[in-house]
Nanobody, 114 residues
Framework: QVQLVESGGGLVQAGGSLRLSCAAS????????MGWHRQAPGKQRELVAF???????TYSDAVKGRFTISRDDAKNTVYLQMNSLKPEDTAVYYC????????WGQGTQVTVSS
């Protein structure tokens, strides 16, 4: 019912920036919030940020002040602008929806070199 297509991952130097995109299609009306999780090798998946239908945003302490989540309603797309990247940010980043159905994207690799 909902499909998520992620893009924007890649390699970046420490201190650099990347912008992740997650485009949702299908039963968009069923989505109450969208956001991003990440999972580093050998680590538990953790919440990074999310944005609600009303536009409220929430960030993990690890990324607060460096990452910004936003959306383009016309494109049904949520973005994660990642600035001042650190090697510790290296992980697979997953887009996720909350709502009638909870759907995960396939993940996109972000690698920050030191």
């Amino acid at each position: 019912q909902v499909q998520l297509v992620e893009s924007g991952g890649g390699l970046v130097q420490a201190g650099g920036s990347l912008r992740l995109s997650c485009a949702a299609s299908g039963s968009i009306f069923s989505i109450n919030a969208m956001g991003w999780h990440r999972q580093a090798p050998g680590k538990q998946r953790e919440l990074v940020a999310f944005i609600t239908r009303g536009g409220s945003t929430t960030y993990s302490d690890a990324v607060k002040g460096r990452f910004t989540i936003s959306r383009d309603d016309a494109k049904n797309t949520v973005y994660l602008q990642m600035n001042s990247l650190k090697p510790e940010d290296t992980a697979v980043y997953y887009c996720k929806t909350w709502g009638v159905l909870e759907v995960w994207g396939q993940g996109t690799q972000v690698t920050v070199s030191s």
